[in-house]
């Protein structure tokens, strides 16, 4: 029997079977670990956009909260101290001024979701609204500023109390310090002056009744001496025309 046999036909159906199975399990092998460092690395950029999203919108929401902070203390000053009495003339005045609040164009916006964009951005167009409306009552024959200054109060009311849910919504998402208002409580003012103005209307639903009156009266400062010599000279003269007029005399 020879040591040695050369067989110079096919292999062995194992052995190719064998080669086969090396190959495709190497290629297996290949094909998974691209695919598993494709969705590392994928996830390692989503969770790094996502990283660098939120600290964008953590620096714009600083900046953001800063400019609704100051809006908030001018709301509140027209509705806690918007009205005073000219003590020369006797006449009733508003004490703040026109508000405004803007935001830049330029602000990485999408870094907020779109309802948080949304509202916002929608703070200076509700203030304009809240203009418009005050613009139109003034313009009526017979209006005056007894008439637009409480108007201006509750709508600044309304938009303060906005102001400050965005703000309480900045401060849970973003860690943006609430301010220290001190002494001052905003969202109380605003508030109890809103439920003022809904219960008035719900009174007035079956018509004016003297608690309204003295409710409003309570509502006004009281009158001064030099606004008193004012009413008082004014009555003087109303009254001497009348007298007159009826062929009396002082």
């Known amino acids: 029997m020879p040591i040695f046999e050369i067989n110079l036909g096919n292999p062995a159906p194992a052995a190719s079977a064998s080669i086969w199975v090396t190959i495709l399990t190497g290629l297996a092998v290949a094909v998974g670990a691209g695919v598993v460092m494709f969705l590392l690395n994928w996830a390692r950029e989503v969770i790094m956009a996502r990283r ?3 600290d964008e919108a953590a620096v714009l929401a600083f900046s953001i909260a800063s400019q609704i902070d100051n809006f908030i203390n001018s709301c509140y000053q027209v509705v806690a101290h918007g009205v005073y009495y000219d003590d020369e003339g006797g006449m009733m005045d508003g004490a703040k001024g026109p508000i ?6 330029k602000h990485q916006w999408t870094v907020f979701d ?3 964009q949304h509202r916002i951005r929608s703070l200076p167009n509700k203030l304009e609204v809240a203009d418009a409306v005050l613009d139109s009552i003034w ?3 017979w209006s005056d500023l007894e008439d637009i200054l409480p108007k201006r109060a509750e709508l600044y009311a309304e938009i ?7 703000n309480a919504i900045l401060h849970k998402k973003y860690g943006v310090p609430l301010l220290d208002r001190k002494t001052t409580d905003p969202a109380s003012t605003f508030s109890k002056l ?3 103005f809904a219960e008035s209307r719900e009174r007035h639903a079956n018509g004016p009744c003297e ?8 509502l006004l400062p009281p009158p001064s001496i030099g606004e008193l010599n004012v009413r008082f000279a004014a009555f003087k003269v109303a ?3 009348a007298l007159k007029r009826h062929d009396f005399t002082m």
């Not at 303060?160 to 965005?166: H, K, N, S, T, V």
């Open 160 to 166: 303060g109390l906005e102001a400050l849910d965005i």
């Open 52 to 54: 660098h999203k939120n």
């Open 211 to 218: 608690q309204d009156m003295e409710e409003s009266a309570e």
């Open 239 to 241: 009254l001497d025309v």
């Open 194 to 196: 809103l439920e003022s």
């Open 139 to 141: 313009d009526q024959e």
């Open 114 to 116: 779109r309802t948080l």
């Open 100 to 105: 405004k609040i803007s935001f830049s164009e």
